[in-house]
Structure formats: C-alpha cells, structure tokens
C-alpha cells in the first residue's frame, strides 16, 4: 500500500496527513497481526518522479511481461538497458523513487513509442498525466491513437473547424491544429461541444510543421 498526501500538522511525535484519496483501513489491519498498522514516512522530493509516474512505468512492464511471456523484472531490467542506450547514459535507477520527473517522463514516452510501434498491446492509462502532456499527445496523434481513450485507428480531428464546403486536400494543413478521437469520443466532442470537452479531458490540441502533415498523411 503507498498513499501520497499533504502534511497539515505536526505536534512533537504526532503528525496529521491528508491523503489524496481514502485510506483502506481493512487492508491495511489484513497486513498487520496485532491489527495496528504502522507505516513508514517518507518525505517526497517534488522533484522525482510521482507515484503515478512509478505506477505507469511498472505498469507498462507488467503489460509487455503479459504479452511475451517475460519475468516483470526481466523487462524492466531491458527497457533500462534500451533506454539507457538510447539517452547515451550509465544504467539508472528506479528505485526510491530517485529519478526526476522529468526523466520518468522521458521514460514513459520510450516505452510508449515502443509499444505503438512494435504493436505491443497496453492497457491504456492517463500517460499524458505523467509526463509533458504535448510530447505525449503528439506520440498519440503520430500513430493515430484516441487522446482519451488509447484507442487505436483514431480519427485524425482539426481543432480550428475547417469549414463547410472547404477542400481538405487544398487547405494549409500546418495552420491548423490536430486531435486523435475515436468514433466514440469525437462524436462526444460534436454532441457536448468542443469547449466543454476539452476541459472534460484535458487535452491539448497538436500542430504540426509541414513536413509532419505529410509523414502522417493528413489532407491527401
């Protein structure tokens, strides 16, 4: 059990945290045999990684360890090894949490890249949460993948409305801006509108240069 939270109060020995979701009391006795859980403190450096980001990374683990049969900690052993190479650095650790988020973001994008392009399948999760939200969408939007729900073969949506009448094959595609929306969520985002939605989500719409209109094939 790991539970973030903030410090409200401290008095000598005796210190007062709220957690940013419940507390499982019932688990917490089952891992206890007097039946009064202790825990261990330990103070977060706001500049490494998050649970969440932790989370994801070993998430993403445990998916590729279901699909190739691998041990967990095989797998984490070979991404840190690919992605040491990749970034040109000694191996890394992951453990106390003692690389910073941006780092683990990197990471995450890594392994997410990985996966889109090998056809690695994932459960998705809120990756843009855990990382720099545009560079994540973007990995998103270049394989057509839906920003809410990971959704592959996405509709690749305009944020600024194109216009009815105008031609999508003629039109300056790099002033524009881009989502990827399954049929489901870019029919929510007609239905609700397109501020309302974005707020919903969160999301961020990508633009793209030129060059990227035409490797992602957008217009024709």
Known sequence: MEYEGKLLRVSGDEITFKLDKDFDIAEARRLTIENEPRAIIRMIDERNMTLSQNGMIHGLFNDFSLYTGYPPEYVKELFKAMF????????FSLENYGVSQVFAGEFIEYILEFFFANGIPFKYQKFHLASDITRVLFILLKYRACFVCGKEHADMAHYEAVGMGRNRKTIDHSQH???????EHHQEQHTIGLTKFMSKYVLVPIKLTPEQIKEFRIGG
């Open 84 to 91: 040491s190479g990749y970034k040109g650095i000694e191996s």
């Open 177 to 183: 801006r881009f989502m990827a929306l399954c049929r």
